[in-house]
């Protein structure tokens, strides 16, 4: 068997340029991987100190073996561009800190001349600011860095968010100005950039297959290699406040506004990602790529994107929609990675309103119901219930899961039994649909909940593919 790629530059020799926020998979097979290849191509300032901020587990196993891992590329069979699996060693993050376990050396790394980007992968729950989360530990690297003199700095936020950086910049000016520090909200105001990115690559999270599949490729023993697809897009608004690496000849798109590129992978593929999640869990389904070869999902996945989200997508892309959803299903095919629908329907809460709700939001301005989101809601309300066709049971990983199954119980109000179960079923759309957290100015929107509940009771007494066929 051939051995992997190893780094083609010596890893005891590059310095740490990049500090990033929240070192899962994610983070190691995209921006890890473009620091890489600018190590490789002989920018020798861009290795990345990476910083955990709740787990301690991955810092631990990346210690135990130099911050070294392994990159497991798969194709998805004849005609991909990968056929089978390549194992890539990558040698970009130098160095790991648990953040709760040494928080001095977190912020001492921000405030360091030498880092002059950070990256962030929080998830979008993170954009609160919260004691111990990621935008207090950014004040505190702030406050750090202007005692230091140690200059601008670029913040990269690589969540699925629509306007991250914006969203970023706003969130730190808000922390900022409650801690009254005024040089602080000055140095926010002035001297950070934070580019809109769009990010984007499927990374499944790694099980025992993906540590045995390391060891068979490489004979190397990994404790926590990742697997993903060959498919990597980066798109980066290109205002950086102090330099950067030449990621253009990695394959970087640099332009002037992300809002486009963005809206076009939140809205089909993310939105995709969530609707098989919601339909296809209780349904019984385990990977995407079982969900995506159902005809009946599948059916339903092109529906909504024709219907109710390609056509609202901006000018700039909409030529290439029909080859992007083309792409989009060979890569949610691809057999190879195993992704997990349960993994994808974490946080519903945090990501529906990004994902689904600024195209239902335009289709009712304009006086039309979105049929298919309606169902993709539909699908959410009874996932939420946690339980599925063939009476198997989940929890739900969301931070307001507790508001949501209190919203949930009080619909199966004292009358329940003289109503009726449809009736019961209607309340439960109610009670979600009036949340306002997650719908905003659509909660309790009658035309809507109209469709949806018709969809919630089509789904609970036909099943996923008896509603959709
Ligand atoms: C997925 C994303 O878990 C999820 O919610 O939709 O992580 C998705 O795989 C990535 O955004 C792909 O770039």
Known sequence: MKGPVRPRYDPREVRVGIVHLGIGNFHRAHQA??????LAAGERDWAICGINLRSRDIVDRLNAQDGLYTLLVRGAGEGDAVSGTRARVIGALREAIAFAAEPKRATARLADPAVRIVTLTITEKGYADGVGGAIALLLDGLAARIAARAGPLTLLSCDN???????????LAQAAARRGDRALAGFVAERIECPNTMVDRIVPATGQADIDEALALTGLADACPVATEPFTQWVIEDRFAAGRPDWARDGVAFVRDVAPFEAMKLRLLNAAHSALAYLGVPAGLDTVDRAIA???LRGFVERMWREDLAPGLPAEVRDAVPGYC???????????????LRQ????GSQKI??????????????????????VAIAGWIRFLGGRGEGGEAWTIDDPLAAALAQRLDAAFAADSLATGPLAVLDRRVDAVLGFEPVFGDLAGHAGLAARVKHWHRRLHVEGTRGALE
């Open 326 to 340: 083309r792409a989009l299903l060979a890569r949610f095919g691809n057999p190879a990675l195993g992704h997990r």
């Open 353 to 374: 309103p990004m994902r689904w709700l600024p195209a239902a939001r335009a289709a009712l301005a304009q006086g039309a119901v979105p049929d298919a989101l309606a």
């Open 294 to 296: 159902d005809p009946a």
């Open 33 to 38: 991987v473009y620091a890489d290849d600018a």
């Open 344 to 347: 994808i329907a974490i946080d």
């Open 161 to 171: 968010l629509s306007g991250n950086g914006d969203t970023l910049r706003e969130v």
